[in-house]
């Protein structure tokens, strides 16, 4: 948007240059001096006439030499008013013969006029322009002249222009060449002078302040890292100093030419700090010679104490002294910057421009360079933005450079971390299923040698004893049979379904049950799964119930059995019911031929539920409940 609006008022200006050839180039004039006494305000009409003869041809633009020492001698000045200061009044009278006859208005335009005083301009005697403030003013030579001239009673263009420059005694005026036209003619050159040597800088200026206020706020979360309050510091005192460029009126207060001049040299204080915390290095003389320097100056030059005068004739050397302050700092910033911080070269090389700039406004504040040339120091907060502004594009490309950096390390790590644990899973998944496989071996091999070892053992001896009916071998060899295919049923997958498991036995007992006249009812219903249902706690599970179903076909002489599921409260019950003779439970349990009831009841506790009896002379009732959630058991 910047570029565009330079190039719009450099297309501007051109069109307005080509326009130029219908006004008056005033390049000669006559000039002579007044001494007065304190600065005072225009009469209303003045006539070239009324001045003494003493008229001096000169060419413009006029720009006499200024004696520094000279301006800063002191006198009996010091301490006085501004209405009794010792003031000189220069006059310049141009001729207007050879004006081009136009129509419309008609305006004066000059580049600059340098005086620290009031300036007013007379056409044919009449004051057409003058400055409203009394006084030493301080932005007047920042802002061209621009006068828009009313004609004559009948239409004329004035013949004389007459120009009153006010100023103090040691103080020489600079003068460009003017310019008279049609106000349309002359409107494109003085707008571009303007926009170039005041709104431009205005915007970069305040630019430049608004990314400083954001700085502050960042400070203000993270007050460890001071380089952001710098960085506002350093926006502050830039905007400051370049106030007496883009304030719009002439300024004749004392505090506002203290506050643009101090703020030079605390502009290269901050800029002294933040190239040390670039390159690491203390330069405690340095720092304390540019601290003492910004102090002393600041409390010379104060308005309040009146110890030295804040006037254009000290001004010019205190310049000076900022231009070798920020000459020193660049340097020594520089070369300590040398090899330890490139960003530290970079805002040293910056520095040095805006030195060089200013050292070019000083030439041309003091008649070394043509009036009519530009205020390069207007744009030493362009040259700072866009140094600190390649800083901070160079931190952000380097912060997204190491975040990118880290997230790849990262990553990296996180892919070797998920191999190391995808290998140590799959060592657990190994030595888990060995132990699965082991516990599982012992388990069989231990259920085997405690029933079905057990049974056949019993059954050899009492073969091999002679006393044992076929019968009974036979009913022995069934019962081993029942427990093989109980402990085959209890490797099968239930997936905790109880229903499922008990399906199993069923399909195992209904043949058996067949050839002993004995009906089944099976009056089961949905239940819950049972997330702990492992083969050793169905096994345990079916060996009850199969115990519970032996003892009704060996003992009761029922002709019914009933088995039934429900849920009951936390956890499910398992009902068995025949319609056989019934025997005293507390009895058996007591007797040693109770013992199957025992191992019932021990079976039950192993996965923590509970069985229970009810026998009348028509029949018995079986209990078998079991939890929903077993607790954990330690080992």
């Given amino acids: 948007m910047t570029l565009l609006a330079v190039i719009g008022a450099f297309f501007g200006g051109m069109s307005g240059l080509q326009q130029s050839r219908a006004a008056l180039h005033l390049e000669r004039a006559d000039w002579q ?44 000045t010091v301490g006085t008013s501004s209405a009794a200061r010792p003031t000189r009044i220069t006059w310049l009278r141009v001729s207007t013969r050879h004006l081009p006859s136009s129509n419309g208005p008609l305006a004066l335009y000059g580049a600059r006029i340098k005086t620290d ?4 301009v007379y056409a044919d005697g009449r004051l057409v322009h003058r400055a409203q403030q009394l006084g030493p003013l301080w932005n007047s ?7 828009e001239l009313d004609r004559g009673p009948a239409s004329t263009p004035p013949q004389e222009i007459l120009i009153r420059l006010e100023h103090s005694r040691n103080t020489q005026v600079a003068v460009s060449s003017l310019w008279l036209g049609p106000v349309e003619t002359l409107r494109g050159r003085h707008g571009l002078r303007q926009w170039l040597q005041q709104e431009l800088p205005a915007m970069l200026s305040a630019s430049f302040l608004a990314v400083g206020v954001f700085a502050l706020f960042v400070w203000f979360r993270r007050p460890g890292e001071t380089g952001y309050l710098l960085f506002f510091n350093l926006a502050a005192t830039s905007f400051m100093r ?18 643009t001049v101090n703020s030079l040299f605390w502009l290269v204080l901050v800029v002294h700090f933040f190239l040390r915390q670039l390159h690491q290095r203390p330069l405690r003389w ?20 009146n110890l030295v005068q804040n006037t254009p004739r000290v001004t010019p050397l205190i310049y000076a002294v900022a231009a070798l302050m920020g000459a020193a700092v660049c340097l020594v910033g520089g070369v ?28 041309l504040q003091n008649n070394f360079i043509s009036p009519e040339g530009w205020y390069l120091g207007a744009y030493t907060n362009a040259v700072t933005f866009s140094v600190f502004g390649v800083l901070m594009y160079r931190r952000y490309v380097h912060a997204i450079g190491a975040v990118e950096q880290l997230n790849d390390s990262l990553a990296e790590r996180l892919r070797k971390r998920e191999a190391d644990l995808e290998l140590s899973h799959q060592r657990l998944r190994d030595v888990e299923r060995l132990r699965t496989i082991s516990d599982e071996r012992q388990r069989l091999m231990q259920d085997m040698h405690d029933g079905l070892g057990s049974s056949l053992i019993s059954a050899i ?53 067949e050839g002993t006249g004995v009906s089944l009812r099976w009056e089961v219903q949905e239940l819950p799964a049972l997330e702990w249902l ?91 409940w079991l939890p929903l959630a077993r607790e954990a058991v330690g080992a």
């Avoid at 413009?60 to 004696?67: C, D, S, V």
């Avoid at 370049?242 to 506050?259: K, R, T």
């Avoid at 340095?286 to 104490?305: E, I, R």
């Avoid at 409260?569 to 040693?592: C, H, Y």
């Fill in 461 to 513: 001896r009492s073969v091999e004893g002679g006393g044992m009916s076929d019968e009974k071998i036979s009913q022995i060899l069934k019962s081993c049979l029942d427990d093989l295919k109980l402990t085959l049923d209890s490797l099968e997958p239930v997936e905790a379904d109880l229903l499922l498991l008990l399906a199993t036995l069923r399909y195992r007992l209904e043949p058996r049950l």
């Fill in 117 to 120: 005083g009031t300036i007013a």
């Fill in 33 to 76: 001096v007044e001494d007065t006494s304190g600065f005072t305000t225009p009469p209303p009409r003045q006539q070239a006439g009324d001045l003494p003869d003493a008229w001096n041809p000169i060419r413009l633009p006029l720009a006499l030499p200024i004696a520094l020492l000279r301006q800063a001698d002191g006198d009996a």
């Fill in 242 to 259: 370049g106030l007496h460029f883009y304030v719009g009126q002439p300024i004749a207060n004392d505090w506002f030419a203290w506050l």
């Fill in 141 to 147: 030579t920042r802002t061209p002249l621009w006068v």
């Fill in 534 to 624: 492992d083969p050793s706690s169905a096994l345990h599970i079916l060996r009850i119930v199969q115990e519970s179903i032996s003892n009704i076909l060996r003992h009761t002489r029922a002709t019914e059995i009933r088995v039934e599921t429900a849920l009951d409260g936390a956890g499910v019950r398992v009902t068995i019911e025949d319609n056989g003779q019934g025997f005293d439970v507390d009895k058996v349990l007591s007797s040693p031929s109770g013992r199957g009831l025992q191992n019932q009841r021990r079976r039950a506790r192993s996965i923590q539920g509970t069985i229970s009896w009810e026998s009348r002379p028509t029949g018995t009732r079986f209990m078998l």
């Fill in 286 to 305: 340095l720092t304390w010679a540019v601290v003492l320097a910004t102090t002393a100056v600041g409390v010379l030059t104060m308005p309040g104490l």
């Fill in 336 to 363: 300590s910057a040398w090899r330890r911080s490139t960003e530290g070269r970079l805002v040293a090389a910056g520095i040095g421009i805006c030195v060089l700039l200013g050292i070019t406004d000083w030439l």
